[in-house]
């Protein structure tokens, strides 16, 4: 789910992942004023049955509350919300886990 207004100019393999990364945050995010946030206390929308921060793909299934600790480390003026920017560091911990383990390595 898209929200109204600008689209990333691009179509190549990066930018349009990018723009997922994009639609996905405000699929889940709520707005407040003039930001959009994440709450800790994620829910899923109806027929869905996971946030974009519990995808059983994007955990180190050796740790537990993997994502919990991703989502305290991240929330830098710890409110229990997760900006955009916020949002981004937990993305590139989880990208970073995923390298590792395509890489046959789970530390």
Request: glycine share 6%; net charge negative; hydrophobic share 30%.
């Amino acid at each position: 789910v898209t929200k109204p207004g600008r689209q990333f100019p691009g179509n190549c393999t990066l930018e349009k992942a990018l723009q997922t990364v994009v639609d996905v945050f405000h699929q889940y995010s709520i707005r407040q004023g003039e930001i959009d946030l994440l709450r800790k206390e994620l829910k899923a929308p109806p027929g869905r049955d996971v946030t974009p921060l519990s995808c059983p793909q994007s955990q180190n299934r050796n740790q537990a509350g993997y994502l919990e600790k991703l989502f305290q480390e991240t929330d830098l003026n710890k409110d229990k919300e997760l900006s955009f920017e916020e949002f981004t560091i937990v993305l590139s911990k989880v990208a970073d886990d995923a390298h590792r383990i395509s890489h046959g390595s789970e530390a």
